[in-house]
């Protein structure tokens, strides 16, 4: 497997060229040597919309009860994601390669360890479930700058085919901000330090969002800004006019709010908002 960021660990590798500069917005603390140190491996993805500039949604009690398939979900939003879902009332099957060590154990949870590029362990995790969120990553290092990764389309193709095979519609996938039409909206110190470091692996999260989109499948895409491990607020917005898109800072425990809260809501369907606060 070749390796690669996701949205959890990319956006705190970002987090390291934050604000090098008091008058500039810039994602660095001291220098792009000091945001690579930053980053931390994570399975969460950086894997939906309201209206334009509102905020993401209320804490209103879902109207249908689902089983949900959450793949990634050892960490970072993966792991939030099963805590909401349960939360909600919803029935969650986690699929991750160290699913074993979730630390969580819930009469609705299934711990399901497997690899995401394998056909036939995902055809099993999508057997019987209504919903799928995807929330990939993979281990911070020198190949994320140096090598090219196709492991995000490898899997998202993989999970596609096993998905409308199955006859599963609904998919909520995490990539992020920089990916597809968001690419470049970030500021020019932004957008320098996000081709130098992050260039390769979201050429890979381009052609992932592109298998989303030409699918057969009711989906929605999901981009948020720079990860905190911060609580949930409910004061986010999903915005999705382009004009108000811009790099900011969002919870993990906040995007997987509005992660479940697709699961019954068709609001963001076949959409891509960026989520910030």
């Known amino acids: 497997m070749q390796l690669g960021l996701g949205p959890a660990s990319e956006q705190a590798f970002l987090r390291g060229v934050w604000s090098s500069s008091s008058s500039l917005s810039f994602c660095g603390r001291n220098s792009l040597g000091n945001a690579f140190q930053a980053a931390r491996p994570s399975c969460g993805a950086v894997v939906c919309i309201a209206h334009d500039g509102e905020p993401g949604g209320s804490d209103r009690e879902h109207d249908a009860v689902a089983t949900v398939l959450i793949i990634g979900a050892s960490r970072g939003i993966g792991l939030e994601a099963v805590k909401a879902a ?82 599963v519609k609904r998919l909520i996938c995490v990539t992020g901000f920089g990916a597809g039409d968001s690419r470049g909206r970030g500021g020019f110190l932004y957008n320098v330090a ?34 905190t491990d911060g609580p949930k607020t409910n004061a986010y917005r999903a915005l999705v006019d382009p004009r108000d898109w811009t790099c900011g800072f969002i919870s993990r425990a906040d995007v997987a709010d509005f992660l479940v809260k697709q699961i019954d809501d068709h609001a963001f369907l076949h959409k891509t908002p960026v989520l910030t606060t």
């Open 86 to 167: 349960l939360e909600a009332g919803h029935s969650v099957r986690a699929l991750a390669r160290s699913a074993r060590r979730i630390p969580i154990d819930h009469p609705k949870l299934e711990k399901m360890a497997g690899d995401a590029l394998e056909m036939a362990t995902v055809k099993r995790a999508v057997t019987r479930v209504d919903v799928v969120t995807q929330s990939l990553g993979v281990s911070a290092g020198p190949e994320v700058i140096l090598k090219p990764t196709r492991f995000f389309s490898k899997a998202t193709r993989v999970l596609v085919t096993a998905m409308e095979e199955a006859q």
């Open 194 to 227: 996000f081709h130098l470091l992050l260039g390769r692996v979201y050429d890979d999260k381009d052609v992932q969002e592109r298998i989303v989109r030409s699918s057969k499948l009711d989906w929605v895409i999901v981009r948020p800004v720079i990860l």
